[in-house]
């Protein structure tokens, strides 16, 4: 089966601008989760979407950043407008419904702010 | 509120040796624990995962890991390194609320360089 998938790899943009970040999940995982990698610190939680409602959105940084899975299918991630503080690498990841299916990873999407 | 503690950020070993990455919990809950792998310039792999069965857990790669609740801790070991297992550990923890998986607690991660 094909894995998560990210688009794009990598991102630069300068401070002010938008971003918008891709994440495909696994098909069939009801679960997906956005986290985020700041240079230096630990991967930190961002939201998690069960199909297309937002089942718990408590780290998510600020109002500049908005999550979307319209239709429970793949989520993008807007950053509007980007600020130095968010550059790092954004990780999306998916599981199954309710039966303790590990979270599987995408590549990644590294983002610089200038 | 959940945590991990994973101390050190480098560890060394010579191929052939043990390797041993010890990561600690907080959890005012059972909890459930993962080790993941990240190779460079690739996503998280998944290690291992304890989810309240046996306790010694066994991985992929000759990994395996012991929860141990009265110490709250559930080490990463290796018995022997090979050249292919230099990459970044992290150690997570999670708990199940309404049924549904929930977020990951990440440690900071420890990187395990290999030396021929």
């Known amino acids: 089966e094909a894995g998560v998938t990210q688009f794009p790899s990598h991102s630069v943009i300068e401070k002010g601008q938008t971003v918008t970040l891709r994440c495909d999940p696994i098909?069939?995982?009801?679960?997906l989760y956005w986290y985020r990698r700041v240079m230096g610190k630990e991967i930190k939680f961002l939201l998690h979407?069960?199909?297309?409602?937002?089942?718990?959105e408590s780290g998510m940084p600020n109002n500049r950043f908005l999550a979307e899975r319209t239709g429970g299918t793949y989520s993008t991630l807007k950053v509007q407008p980007a600020e130095l503080e968010d550059s790092g690498v954004y990780f999306c990841?998916?599981?199954?419904?309710?039966?303790?299916?590990?979270?599987?990873f995408g590549d990644g999407t590294r983002l610089s702010i200038l | 509120a959940q945590s991990v503690t994973q101390l050190g950020s480098h560890v060394s070993v010579s191929e052939g040796a043990l390797v041993l990455l010890r990561c600690n919990y907080s959890s005012s809950v059972p909890p459930y624990l993962f080790w993941y792998v990240q190779y460079p310039n690739q996503g998280l792999q998944l290690l291992l995962k304890?989810?309240?069965?046996?306790?010694l857990v066994k991985g992929i790669n000759g990994f395996e890991a012991e929860f141990k609740k009265s110490e709250t801790s559930f080490h990463l070991t290796k018995p022997s390194a090979h050249m292919s297992d230099a990459a970044e550990y992290f150690c997570?923890?999670?708990?199940?609320?309404?049924?549904?998986?929930?977020?990951?607690?990440f440690g900071k991660g420890i990187t395990l360089s290999v030396r021929p």
């Open positions: 997570a923890v999670s708990r199940l609320i309404s049924g549904a998986n929930s977020k990951l607690t």
């Open positions: 979407f069960v199909k297309e409602s937002k089942q718990d």
């Open positions: 990841a998916s599981s199954q419904g309710t039966n303790w299916g590990p979270q599987h």
């Open positions: 098909s069939g995982h009801d679960n």
């Open positions: 304890y989810t309240s069965a046996a306790t």
